[in-house]
C-alpha cells in the first residue's frame, strides 16, 4: 500500500510523516516554489553532485578576480611574510579557513555545496581551502599595512572596487537550480561591508 503523506507545509519546513509499518520519515524541505533536498535525496534522483566545478562561481572569481589582485599585490610590493606580524596574519588566515571549511561541511550534508559531497570534503573543497589561506594571507597583508612600500590610496580603491563583486560570484552557482539564500544574501553583506569598513580606515590613516 501507499504511504499516506500530508500536504507539504507552508514556510521553510521539513515534510515529516509516519508509514504505515510506524517509522517516521522526513522528507523534503519547502521553502516558497522551491523544494530543498539532502545529498542522498538528489543522488536517488539521478543527480551526481550537488554542484559541478564548473557551475560554481567561486571558481571562476578565484581565477579571474582574486588570482590576478594577488599576482599584482605580490610583484609591486614587498610582503612581510616571514614577520611576526606576517606569521601571525597566516594564523588568522587559516583559521578562518578552517571555520568556514567546517560551516560549508555542514551544509553540504544537507543542500547541494561543492566543497562537500555526503559529508565528505571534496578535492575541490582542499584546494578552494588552500587558495583562500593564500589569498587571505597577501590580502590581510596589503590591507594592514604589511607591506613595503605601503599600498597606495589609488590601489587600495582599486582593489575593493574588483574585490566588492568577488563576494556575489563566490557564493552563485551557474545553474538553473541554484536560489540565493537568505543566509547568502548576509554573507554577501557582510563581507561587503568588512571590505569598505577596513579600505576606508586604511583611507584615513594613510
Sequence with gaps: ????????????????????????KIDVRFEGETVWLTQTQISARGIANGWSLMEHGGVWADAFIMSPILAYVASKYQLEYYSR??????????LIS??????YHQVGTTMPE????????????WIHGLFAVAA??????????????????????????????????????????WVLT???????????????AITFIRLRSA
Excluded at 85 to 94: D, E, N, Q, S
Design 182 to 196: 537568505t543566509e547568502a544574501k548576509w554573507q554577501i553583506a557582510l563581507e561587503i561591508i568588512l571590505l569598505w
Design 1 to 24: 500500500m501507499n504511504e499516506a503523506k500530508p500536504s507539504p507545509p507552508a514556510g521553510g519546513q521539513f515534510l515529516v510523516y509516519r508509514t504505515e509499518d510506524g517509522k517516521l
Design 136 to 177: 587571505i594571507w597577501v590580502c590581510g597583508m596589503a590591507y594592514l599595512g604589511m607591506t613595503s612600500p605601503r599600498v597606495s590610496r589609488s590601489d587600495l580603491v582599486a582593489i575593493s572596487l574588483i574585490l566588492t563583486p568577488f563576494f556575489y560570484l563566490g557564493v552563485k552557482k551557474f545553474s538553473d537550480r
Design 85 to 94: 606580524k606576517g606569521r601571525a596574519m597566516l594564523t588568522v588566515a587559516i
Design 114 to 125: 561543492a566543497h562537500t559531497h555526503y559529508g565528505v570534503t571534496t578535492l575541490a573543497g
Design 98 to 103: 578552517l571555520s568556514a571549511g567546517y560551516a
